[in-house]
Structure formats: structure tokens, C-alpha cells
């Protein structure tokens, strides 16, 4: 397993071990003792799936405010995404900043989201399966959202018309739930 720090500290790609044969594949999702070595220490406590059916949907960006903020290992497990993660960590260096990945389940890549990082992820195929480990259990009362398209944050999306839920659509932009403060508002 093969961890690479990205431009943006804390978000990291996962590049896991595929043993191949005739057969098919086997490789370790994750790694709890690999991770350590990088001074990355988790403790994982609730899997996600998702399924989308159709090419084009788009869910995100979504966090959580603390002290209920999440971080998340994901993968995909059919099709692929176009998955994204936006610096909402006031006091950093990259506050606003996005980095975006292809994963898929042919490369089987994942994307170590820290908590502070909003998170997004585009389909490219249809019937996309999505997992993802989680360190905090889901709270309604602290889920948030930034809008998809937000131009200050100016993410470059596969397409500009995507598949939203209703959520998604009414999301505020990142200057909407700042305060003055610097925190994130709820």
C-alpha cells in the first residue's frame, strides 16, 4: 500500500497492492499499521455504500460541523467518480482550496478526507458503488454543505449540469456559512 501526500496537507491518495492472476484479484483496502507509519492515526467505526445508477450524479459537497466532523477513506467498488475534496480548515494555508481524483474500480485508488475537508464525488459510469470507512457516526444536526458549483471555490466538474438531489441543490457558498469568527457557521 502506497499512501501519496496531495498538495493539500492531511488529503492523501491510496494506492493499494493488487495481487492478479487468472483468477481475478485480491488486495488490503486498508491497513491500520500502514497508515501509522505515516503518523496517520484513524480509528474507523461505521462503512457507507452508495450506488448511483446513472453517468452524471453528483453528491456533495458534504462535512459535518465538529465536534461530529468526519474523516473518510473512500473507494469505489464499481464504475468510477470524479471525487473531490475542499479545505474548509480556516487557520490553513489551503483554506478553499480543492484537489480532484479519479478513482475507480479498475485503478482501485482511494482518497483519505480528513475532517475540516468538505467532500464530493461525480459519477462516470453508470452504477457506481461508492464505500467509505468513517471515524464519526453520522449526525443530522451537524451536516452541512457548500454548493457544488461555487465559484470562488471553482472546482472543475466533468460536466456543469449534473444529476443533484434537492440538498445539493439549495447548498450555500463558502462565503455564505463563514463568520467572522473564521469558523464554519451552522
Known amino acids: 500500500m502506497k499512501l501519496i501526500q496531495t498538495e ?3 488529503l492523501w491518495i491510496v494506492e493499494p497492492i493488487s ?7 485480491f488486495l488490503e483496502s486498508y491497513n491500520q499499521r500502514k497508515f ?3 503518523g496517520i492515526h484513524i480509528d474507523f467505526i ?6 448511483s445508477v446513472s453517468t452524471g450524479t453528483l453528491r456533495g459537497l458534504h462535512y459535518q460541523l465538529a465536534p461530529k466532523a468526519q474523516t473518510k477513506l473512500v473507494r469505489v467498488l464499481a464504475g468510477s467518480i470524479f471525487d473531490v475534496a475542499v479545505d474548509l480548515r480556516p487557520d ?5 482550496q480543492w484537489v480532484g481524483v479519479t478513482l475507480s474500480a479498475e485503478n482501485k485508488h482511494q482518497l483519505l478526507v480528513p475532517k475540516g475537508f468538505a467532500h464530493g464525488f461525480y459519477t462516470l459510469e453508470p452504477n457506481t458503488q461508492v464505500a467509505y470507512k468513517v471515524d464519526e457516526y453520522y449526525s443530522l444536526e451537524h451536516d452541512r454543505g457548500i454548493r457544488w458549483n461555487d465559484p470562488d471555490i471553482g472546482i472543475s466538474w466533468p460536466s456543469d449540469s449534473p444529476i443533484l438531489s434537492n440538498k445539493d441543490e439549495v447548498s450555500p457558498n463558502l462565503h455564505e456559512v463563514i463568520i467572522e469568527s473564521g469558523e464554519l457557521r451552522q
Open 36 to 38: 501509522e507509519e505515516q
Open 92 to 96: 490553513s494555508r489551503t483554506f478553499g
Open 19 to 25: 495481487f492478479q492472476d487468472h483468477r481475478g484479484f
Open 8 to 10: 493539500l496537507e492531511d
Open 46 to 51: 461505521q462503512d457507507n455504500h452508495s450506488l
